[in-house]
């Protein structure tokens, strides 16, 4: 069984800019920022104190059997539950055995930073490492039962249990891509046979003082700390970093013809996936771009498309230099210049970059461009740059009759992951 359609029924997601596909859409085609300052912990001392962070978080019904669940685990489940809600899934005959869970996933570390503390009080003292200072200065709201539900493949087996999927469960962790290779991965699974329908998509937290300054020491995350809501602006010449942000997506990929007999609303169909490797830098793209221009090349391959029936691309969009000349550039060479290449536009201007989340939630957005005939724009958009010379949806939405998007997404590493969405 193979080449078999695949396409989307359902869509879910939780962001910066509130809970659900609906307020989300509306929110970016208004141009709205998720991003603020901190307040889950005191961030007034870093030198990045500003992220797309939410607050308050989530609550779900497994709170109540699983009080220490992970926040990346939250997000999946709010995301997965309004995606299988929306495919009308929920209460149908599906073979449970036939319906699987792929899921990129980030770890959460906040009982990692409690550790950390703790082993700097061990360690204060010259010789052995201080097992009583240890264990005093351990703080007492420790859990080892939370710093289990904080594990990758937590998010995976409680979306799982959630809508009873027995069927194949992945959780991927090729960091920026995640999101969009479990997309890719699951439409290439149910092509094959392995499965009748898949919750795909992507959920991570990673809004927490260890990941911040981490990031904030590569030089990777903007200051602009007095603007929250003007500083993620990719493909502006004066871009100086990205915005941490948090949160999942989830979409529901269906073969063909077991939507179809069910009565399901098809929202779009997935018709090509490209997956490329740098090989290069752990955190640096490959500078000229030559393996993301590969990923989209074997996309465009995989669906038996020519470069000019794509209508939209929903760029990885980061608003580093490295990253948003990189793709520009490979995008050029594929589409042609700005009045030849498709509209671009990164959907993380305004609510910074998910990680492991960000492809899934920009999948939805690219399926809502084509069911509403909406580009969302990329907002903080002032000044052009001649290394990206493309059009990139300046700062207001556009209306455009499209037949095919292209969602792009790249990860730290050089995991290089391209899908392509067709209306239905």
Known sequence: MTGRRVVVTGLGMVTPLGQGVARNWDAMLKGESGVRRITRFDASTMSVQIAGEIEPLPRVPEDEAFPELGIHARFALVAAREAWTDSGLAGSRADPERVGVFIGSGKGI???????????????????????????????????????????????????????????????????????????????????????????????????????????????????????????????????????????????????????????????????????????????????????????????KSAGLSPMDIGYINAHGTSTQQNDAMESGAIARIFGGKGEAPPVSSTKSMIGHLIAAAGAVEAIACVRALEEGVLPPTINYEFEDPNCPLDYVPNEPRKASIRYAMNNSFGFGGQNIVTILKKA
């Open 110 to 300: 906040s009982e990692v930073e409690r550790l950390v503390e703790a082993c700097k009080a061990a360690m204060a003292a010259k010789g052995p490492f201080d097992y009583a200072a240890f264990s005093k200065a351990l703080p007492h709201d420790f859990s080892p039962q939370r710093r289990e539900q904080e594990e990758y493949y937590q998010a995976g087996t409680h979306v799982a249990r959630a809508v009873g999927a027995r069927g194949p469960n992945w959780v991927c962790i090729t960091a920026c891509a995640a999101g969009n290779h479990a997309v890719g991965e699951a439409y290439s699974a149910i092509r094959r046979g392995d499965a009748d329908a898949i919750l795909a998509g992507g959920t991570h937290s990673q809004v927490d003082i260890m990941s911040l300054s981490g990031y904030a020491t590569l030089g990777a995350l903007s200051p602009r700390n007095d603007e929250p809501h003007r500083a993620s602006r990719p493909f502006d010449r004066k871009r100086d970093g990205f915005i941490l942000g948090e949160g999942g997506g989830v979409l529901v990929l269906e073969e063909y013809e077991h939507a179809r007999r069910r009565g399901a609303r098809i929202r779009a169909e997935v018709v090509g996936y490209g997956n490329t490797a740098d090989c290069y830098r752990v955190t640096d793209p490959q500078p000229e771009g030559e393996r993301v221009e590969l990923a989209m090349r074997l996309a465009l």
